[in-house]
């Protein structure tokens, strides 16, 4: 049989963009559904997901519902030119007033609703270790340093070890704060920075939560951010490394983020330069084969 005379063309950037659209959708109401199942177990079990004992019922499900309704393109592209429309009203310093008033409002929230789940993950052990005195890890080295000396500033104080990891909470937003200030083009992304963080999983570790992957987890979006920065200028610049550095001593975990810094790294290079390396690296495993 001979070919069909209507050849199938590749999907046009709509299309595609529809069906990626569908699936972060169908992805997205998966994991609402799933949180809501998750629920009605016992958290000791499902302590990682999610438990009814957080959020009253009606919240949780109107939640998971605007979740999955602002995923829909017809919705989010609505709703993303009605807020450029709204910032695109305010002028430079009022957008810098009502940032800066925003901060200061997550972590006046920060103070006046600090986390109380202490029994979850690790926080007995830490608590017992930090007020113990312990000062040394072997996977977070320099978290577990910041946390004694913060400790040794509330040591007097009723409940010094649960002081100690609020105001380390308070001390890594104003760093991540800072960042997001430093590294916004305008007044507009900061401020959509600021609403970006409030949908952070790890939100909670700002507000007290007693966990060591605070510090990390902020000098990790430092890194982040640097990095993407030095992406676009072709560059590996002393910041991004240092960020990266210090996230791998506040926490070892953050390792995963080195092959990044490598293909980082491998984009500056001249395409000669490349070019050596790989007949380098050939050689190498050549000679080390026979």
Same mark, same amino acid.
């Given at each position: @049989?001979?070919?069909?005379?209507?050849?199938?063309?590749?999907?046009?950037?709509?299309?595609?963009?529809?069906?990626?659209?569908?699936?972060? =959708?169908?992805?997205?109401?998966?994991?609402?559904?799933?949180?809501?199942?998750? &629920?009605?177990?016992?958290?000791?079990?499902?302590?990682?997901?999610?438990?009814?004992?957080?959020?009253?019922?009606?919240?949780?499900? $109107?939640?998971?519902?605007?979740?999955?309704?602002?995923?829909?393109?017809?919705? $989010?592209?609505?709703?993303?030119?009605?807020?450029?429309?709204?910032?695109?009203?305010? $002028? $430079?310093?009022?957008?810098?007033?009502?940032?800066?008033?925003?901060?200061?409002?997550?972590?006046?929230?920060?103070?006046?609703?600090?986390?109380?789940? *202490?029994?979850?993950?690790?926080?007995?052990?830490?608590?017992?270790?930090?007020?113990?005195?312990?000062?040394?890890?072997?996977?977070?080295?320099?978290?577990?340093?910041? %946390? *004694?000396?913060?400790?040794?500033?509330?040591? *007097? =104080?009723?409940?010094?070890?649960?002081?100690?990891?609020?105001?380390?909470?308070?001390?890594?937003?104003?760093?991540?704060?800072?960042?997001?200030?430093?590294?916004?083009?305008?007044?507009?992304?900061?401020?959509?920075?600021? #609403?970006?963080?409030?949908?952070? !999983?790890?939100?909670?570790?700002?507000?007290?939560?007693?966990? %060591?992957?605070?510090?990390?987890?902020?000098? !990790?979006? &430092?890194?982040?951010?640097?990095?993407?920065?030095?992406?676009?200028?072709?560059?590996?610049?002393?910041? =991004?490394?240092?960020?990266?550095?210090? #996230?791998? &001593?506040? *926490?070892?975990? @953050?390792?995963?983020?080195?092959?990044?810094?490598?293909?980082?790294?491998?984009?500056?290079?001249?395409?000669?330069?490349?070019?050596?390396?790989?007949? !380098?690296?050939?050689?190498?495993?050549?000679?080390?084969?026979?």
């Amino acid at each position: @049989m001979g070919k069909s005379a209507h050849p199938v063309s590749p999907a046009s950037p709509a299309v595609a963009a529809g069906r990626s659209a569908l699936i972060l =959708t169908a992805t997205l109401a998966a994991l609402a559904l799933l949180g809501l199942v998750l &629920a009605h177990f016992s958290p000791a079990a499902t302590w990682a997901f999610t438990s009814w004992l957080i959020y009253p019922v009606w919240l949780r499900l $109107s939640l998971a519902a605007v979740i999955v309704l602002l995923a829909l393109p017809p919705v $989010s592209g609505k709703t993303a030119a009605l807020l450029t429309l709204v910032l695109d009203r305010f $002028s $430079s310093r009022a957008l810098t007033s009502l940032a800066l008033t925003f901060a200061l409002a997550l972590l006046v929230g920060f103070c006046l609703l600090p986390s109380q789940n *202490h029994i979850l993950g690790d926080g007995s052990t830490i608590l017992a270790r930090i007020s113990a005195g312990d000062v040394k890890s072997s996977t977070e080295p320099l978290t577990y340093l910041v %946390n *004694h000396l913060l400790f040794r500033v509330f040591e *007097h =104080t009723a409940a010094a070890g649960v002081n100690a990891f609020r105001a380390a909470g308070i001390l890594s937003s104003l760093i991540l704060f800072a960042f997001f200030y430093s590294f916004s083009d305008d007044r507009r992304e900061f401020l959509l920075a600021l #609403a970006a963080f409030l949908t952070f !999983g790890v939100v909670q570790f700002f507000a007290g939560y007693i966990e %060591n992957y605070t510090f990390a987890f902020v000098a !990790g979006v &430092a890194y982040t951010l640097s990095a993407c920065r030095d992406l676009e200028r072709r560059r590996l610049g002393p910041v =991004t490394v240092f960020a990266l550095i210090l #996230a791998l &001593a506040f *926490h070892f975990s @953050m390792a995963v983020l080195l092959p990044s810094i490598l293909f980082l790294w491998h984009q500056t290079l001249t395409a000669r330069f490349r070019t050596l390396i790989v007949a !380098g690296v050939g050689v190498l495993l050549l000679v080390g084969g026979t």
